[in-house]
């Protein structure tokens, strides 16, 4: 298996365009995770699906952060619209099953200039 | 209070040293926690589970007490190479399913 990929791996985008960001998770998993990290608050968990399914979206920050999982194998983070505070890195993981661990993506690298 | 906390460092040791890391959590009801190690610039990836009865894999070893919500990592004979950003991870929220991770300790050895 080819591990979780993530699309683009860098995005630089001016403040108000609309960002996309992809991920493919590992296949037979059944949980997803966006995460967005940056050097003040470290890993912060923004939202995560259960069997394609968002269980809960407490994490993201605002009204401009939308996420989906339209199947089991494809999510996307939507950005609408950016702005410069949105800079950070963006990693998506997916897991097996409840308790077990979880596999990153390589992330993408977001700059909002 | 924050869900998982951790010391910052970063934490300078030579090479052949024993480090040692902390982390509390707030959720009593947590069901599985991790160590994670991430190297600049890289994803995190999966250092070790922390199990109840304590549990070792070569020079680290983890620790959990679960009365004082409290996970550890200890790492022995310290090489150049384990100097990186050391994740603690807990496994909260509805049915156990959300993974939320500390903020990291930043280890650096030195020859």
């Known amino acids: 298996d080819a591990g979780v990929i993530q699309s683009p791996r860098h995005e630089v985008t001016e403040m108000g365009q609309e960002v996309t960001l992809r991920c493919k998770p590992i296949?037979?998993?059944?949980?997803l995770f966006w995460y967005r990290q940056t050097m003040m608050r470290g890993l912060e968990l923004l939202i995560y699906f259960n069997n394609n399914v968002p269980i809960d979206d407490s994490g993201m920050p605002e009204d401009r952060f939308s996420a989906k999982m339209p199947n089991a194998s494809f999510s996307t983070l939507k950005i609408q619209p950016s702005e410069p505070r949105d800079s950070a890195v963006y990693f998506c993981?997916?897991?097996?099953?409840?308790?077990?661990?979880?596999?990153f993506g390589q992330g993408t690298r977001l700059t909002v200039v | 209070r924050k869900e998982v906390e951790q010391d910052p460092g970063p934490f300078n040791v030579p090479e052949g040293a024993t480090v040692a890391f902390n982390c509390t959590y707030s959720?009593?009801?947590?069901?599985?926690f991790f160590w994670y190690r991430q190297d600049c610039r890289k994803e995190p990836k999966l250092l070790m589970s922390?199990?109840?009865s304590g549990n070792e894999d070569g020079r680290f070893t983890a620790q959990l007490n679960r009365a004082s919500q409290y996970i550890s990592l200890l790492i022995r004979d310290s090489k150049l190479s384990d100097s990186a950003t050391y994740l603690c991870v807990v496994n909260i929220g509805q049915a156990g399913t959300a993974l939320i991770f500390g903020k990291g300790t930043t280890l650096s050895v030195s020859s």
């Open positions: 296949s037979g998993h059944n949980s």
């Open positions: 993981a997916s897991r097996l099953q409840t308790n077990t661990e979880a596999f």
């Open positions: 922390v199990y109840s």
């Open positions: 959720n009593s009801a947590s069901q599985s």
